[in-house]
Nanobody, 116 residues
Framework: QVQLVESGGGLVQPGGSLRLSCAAS????????MNWHRQPPGKGRELVAA????????IYADSVKGRFTISRDNADNTVYLQMNNLKPEDTAVYFCQAVNGKDNYWGQGTQVTVSS
C-alpha cells in the first residue's frame, strides 16, 4: 500500500533551521506532484509549498517565501522541505501529500516547534 513517512521535525530556536523529509513507497513517485502542508495548533491545514513531478517548478505560501525550499529526489522517492530562519509562527504539524489527479495520499505528519 502507499505510505508517506515524514521525518526531521523537532524543537528549534527562532532563527534556526530544520530539514523535513517525506519518504514515499507503494507508488510511482515521479508521477506525483508533492505538497507540504502544515496545521498550526488550533488552526486549519494550509499549503506551504508544492513541487511538480519533475521538480522543475515550485510554489510557496507568502508566509514562507525566501525561507523555505521544497525539493525532491525521484531516484530516492523522497521530497524535502528545507526551513531556514524559523519563526514561532511556523510551529505546526507538517504533512506531505502526493497528488496525481484523483489519487491523493497523506503522511502522518511531523511536529515542528519553534520556541526559545
Amino acid at each position: 500500500q502507499v505510505q508517506l513517512v515524514e521525518s526531521g521535525g523537532g524543537l528549534v530556536q527562532p532563527g534556526g533551521s530544520l530539514r523535513l523529509s517525506c519518504a514515499a513507497s507503494g507508488l510511482t513517485f515521479s508521477r506525483y506532484a508533492m505538497n507540504w502542508h502544515r496545521q498550526p495548533p488550533g488552526k486549519g491545514r494550509e499549503l506551504v509549498a508544492a513541487i511538480t513531478r519533475a521538480g522543475d517548478s515550485s510554489i510557496y505560501a507568502d508566509s514562507v517565501k525566501g525561507r523555505f525550499t521544497i525539493s525532491r529526489d525521484n531516484a530516492d522517492n523522497t521530497v524535502y522541505l528545507q526551513m531556514n530562519n524559523l519563526k514561532p509562527e511556523d510551529t505546526a504539524v507538517y504533512f506531505c501529500q502526493a497528488v496525481n489527479g484523483k489519487d491523493n495520499y497523506w503522511g502522518q505528519g511531523t511536529q515542528v516547534t519553534v520556541s526559545s
